[in-house]
Nanobody, 126 residues
């Protein structure tokens, strides 16, 4: 069974920073074989793609709403995905999910992404 466990969510003031982590485990799941991504869901809204990183970290993409403020990275030896979030805004408030799958699906078709974490809450507020 594949497990993706997010951590690092918190209440933070506007302009602050947070680093989210996603630890992967499970038999038959080779972390380094999959592209990874972050997806968020704001209160009352649908899923919003945030960022995707390729299996070897050579390629990454960001949503326009977070580009220049968020940085995605991964450590294949530790089987951990990260999201460094800087200059946080109130509109970044959401549950953040990590996901594993094909690079193209993690950008274009989240319905095809097979593996998801349970989410971690980020609240940006005074």
């Amino acid at each position: 069974e594949v497990q993706l466990v997010e951590s690092g969510g918190a209440l933070v003031q506007p302009g602050g920073s947070l680093r989210l982590s996603c630890a992967a485990s499970g038999s038959g799941f080779t972390f380094g074989d999959y592209a990874m991504g972050w997806v968020r869901q704001a209160p009352g809204k649908g899923l919003e793609w945030v960022s995707t990183i390729s299996f070897n970290s050579r390629t990454s993409y960001y949503a326009a709403t977070v580009k220049g403020r968020f940085t995605i990275s991964r450590d294949n030896d530790k089987k951990v995905l990260y999201l460094q979030m800087d200059s946080l805004k109130s509109e970044d408030t959401a549950v953040y999910y990590c996901a594993a799958g094909l690079f193209s699906d993690l950008r274009n078709d989240l319905t095809n992404v097979p593996f998801w974490g349970q989410g971690t809450q980020v609240i940006v507020s005074l």
